[in-house]
């Protein structure tokens, strides 16, 4: 009796950090959308000295938030563009703080955006075979987790990862990669009010693996989620069985019931040849990352590149 009571305590703790919800449900505009990704040649962001530059996430068109490994620590940092994709690195703006939570590995593969003429930047840290996500206002940065695993034995108990989050006033919707104990990597989605006190979605997870011998079949990750022609789109990773990287395309209502699509889309350069991932879509333009070996996690090659994603020989989000 003493366990079950425990049980149910445990479990009514839990109870504010769960709901059930959707975004605002949209029309959802022509079915029959068909798409083309034209990729340039070369790397927007070149590596540089780094092993891989990573995880592009773009505000107001003119500065990138990139994700820096140099072989032993994942650090965010900074480039700002000309206008005409070519980009500057201006240096490091957040690193791991091995006395805190976040310990030393990462505090990168993040999500920037502009809100009240402040810099939210929600980025991956903690242990590598557990890691949370954080939050950082104008880089100064939160004393604990915004986002944590699971309980025992659910969908996201061994990590969660790869924030994407978008803004649909009165609430920051944080699209996101969960790992079980069985190391299946799906995806699924939280909401707050405030950027740092989230519900998850009960319901979790949005997206499953894809079946054998799919692009995804492996494992999803690194969700990118916007609003165009009346429906929510996702572009994201999907890793196959030699851990090659190519990107799905989802499509939604409502932000939480998705249909995949048919279209995959790969590399079309050397460098981005075993893998493209961590997609980011700004102003009808697609940013990346791409590598040229297969791996699931870090020593890609991995640089930076962009490309146009066209439904209908139209620019996507525009």
Same mark, same amino acid.
């Given at each position: 009796m003493r366990r079950a009571w425990l049980v149910?305590?445990?479990?009514?703790?839990?109870?504010?950090?769960?709901?059930?919800?959707?975004?605002?449900?949209?029309?959802?505009?022509?079915?029959?959308?068909?798409?083309?990704?034209?990729?340039? &040649?070369?790397p927007v962001l070149p590596r540089g000295e780094a092993r891989d530059v990573l995880k592009p996430s773009v505000v107001g068109g003119r500065d990138m938030f990139y994700s820096e490994f140099d072989g032993h620590t994942w650090r965010t940092a900074h480039a700002l563009s000309d206008g005409h994709e070519h980009w500057r690195k201006l240096g490091t703006v957040l690193s791991p703080d091995p006395r805190t939570w976040e310990g030393s590995y990462i505090a990168a593969n993040g999500s920037a955006g502009r809100y009240a003429n402040q810099v939210l930047y929600w980025y991956v840290a903690g242990p590598k075979e557990r890691p949370s996500i954080g939050f950082a206002r104008d880089w100064r940065k939160e004393a604990r987790p915004v986002l944590e695993p699971?309980?025992?034995?659910?969908?996201?108990?061994?990590?969660?990862?790869?924030?994407?989050?978008?803004?649909?006033?009165?609430?920051?919707?944080?699209?996101?990669?969960?790992?079980?104990?069985?190391?299946?990597? =799906?995806?699924?989605?939280?909401?707050?009010?405030?950027?740092?006190?989230f519900q998850k979605l009960r319901s979790n997870p949005i997206l499953e693996l894809g079946d054998?011998?799919?692009?995804?079949?492996?494992?999803?990750?690194?969700?990118?989620?916007?609003?165009? =022609?009346?429906?929510?789109?996702?572009?994201?990773?999907?890793?196959?069985?030699?851990?090659?990287?190519?990107?799905?395309?989802?499509?939604?209502?409502?932000?939480?019931?998705?249909?995949?699509?048919? &279209?995959?889309?790969?590399?079309?350069?050397?460098?981005?040849?075993?893998?493209?991932?961590?997609?980011?879509?700004?102003?009808?333009?697609?940013?990346?990352?791409?590598?040229?070996?297969a791996r699931p996690d870090e020593n890609l090659n991995g640089q930076i590149g962009a490309g146009i994603l066209r439904p209908d020989n139209a620019t996507l989000g525009k």
């Open positions: 149910l305590t445990l479990a009514c703790a839990g109870c504010g950090r769960y709901a059930d919800f959707t975004l605002p449900r949209l029309a959802g505009g022509d079915p029959d959308l068909t798409f083309t990704f034209e990729q340039r &040649a070369e699971g309980p025992y034995m659910s969908w996201d108990e061994m990590g969660v990862a790869d924030p994407n989050v978008i803004r649909i006033a009165p609430y920051f919707y944080l699209y996101y990669l969960g790992q079980d104990r069985a190391h299946r990597q =799906r995806l699924g989605v939280a909401r707050s009010q405030d950027g740092i006190h054998a011998g799919a692009f995804d079949e492996n494992g999803l990750g690194e969700p990118a989620v916007w609003i165009a =022609r009346d429906s929510y789109w996702m572009l994201y990773t999907g890793r196959d069985a030699a851990e090659n990287r190519r990107l799905g395309l989802a499509r939604s209502g409502d932000g939480v019931h998705w249909r995949k699509l048919p &279209a995959v889309f790969g590399g079309t350069a050397s460098w981005d040849s075993k893998v493209i991932c961590d997609p980011a879509v700004y102003g009808g333009a697609v940013y990346f990352g791409g590598g040229d070996i």
